[in-house]
């Protein structure tokens, strides 16, 4: 079960112990994956900035910074793929984590397996998220309640003409939502292919996330609207152009 796509992707692992850094990339290259280890948050942001990997794995206890903020910068410069590995085993610092735009979070001792698994899903989420360049026959453009959407450049523009920052894992979900308007979508259908655990909330923490960049009340949704024991629905006129 080989994915040639993301078996190319380069991965920047930020880990600062030497031995769980080998251990990672072993595991990744065992399967294709082209991996650069750093041990700094500084090392990383500049790596980063340089040529933008698709995913970062990042370790949260770090000599010279930590960890959420080199999620928290990795975001603002040019969004990339963000798997948070970490020692921390706090729900805090896990939806901190997913809220500052990571797109998974496994906690150490980890599987290796498990790894290249997560980090297979969060690559063909991500690519499926990413439209290659769009073409002018191919509808791009999303127009809803005086929002409008670009998913080939991922921009969201509010109504009064605001470019919005989503990262990769929002504007992947925002497109789904886009894709299928008034209609019920489970969890599982908005995470997609990803095995999850039922009880994984990261969906939830993502929808909140986005409800307030689309300044949706989330006591009284008007775009993203929760149903109760089924997941979520869309509700606007969709026009792609
Ligand atoms: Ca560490």
């Known amino acids: 079960m080989t994915n040639t796509d993301s078996s190319h992707a380069t991965i920047l692992i930020l880990e600062d112990d030497p031995d769980i850094a080998k251990l990672i990339c072993g595991s990744l290259a065992e399967y294709g994956f082209r991996c650069e280890h750093v041990g700094t948050g500084r090392a990383l942001l500049d790596r980063a900035r340089r040529a933008a990997p698709e995913l970062c794995i990042v370790d949260l206890g770090l ?56 980090v297979r899903s969060i690559l063909r989420r991500y690519q499926r998220a990413t439209p290659v360049e769009t073409t002018t026959t191919e509808r791009s453009l999303a127009r809803f309640s005086d929002w409008q959407f670009d998913k080939g450049r991922h921009a969201l523009l509010s109504p009064d003409q605001r470019e919005i920052n989503l990262s990769a894992a929002e504007a992947g979900l925002l497109l789904t939502l886009l894709e299928r308007p008034n209609r019920i979508l489970s969890r599982e259908q908005l995470l997609g292919e990803r095995d999850i655990d039922p009880f994984d909330r990261s969906i939830d923490v993502r929808i909140s996330r986005l409800r307030r960049k689309l300044e949706d009340d989330p006591h009284d949704p008007k775009l993203i609207k929760t149903v109760y024991g089924a997941g979520y629905l869309f509700s606007a006129q969709v026009s792609w152009e």
């Open 63 to 118: 000599p010279d910074m930590d960890g959420m903020q080199v999620v928290r910068e990795l975001q603002e410069g040019s969004p990339c793929a963000v798997l948070i590995l970490t020692g921390r085993n706090d729900v805090t610092d896990r939806v901190l984590g997913l809220e500052l735009g990571a797109d998974d979070y496994i906690v150490k001792p980890f599987e290796p397996r498990e790894l290249v698994a997560r």
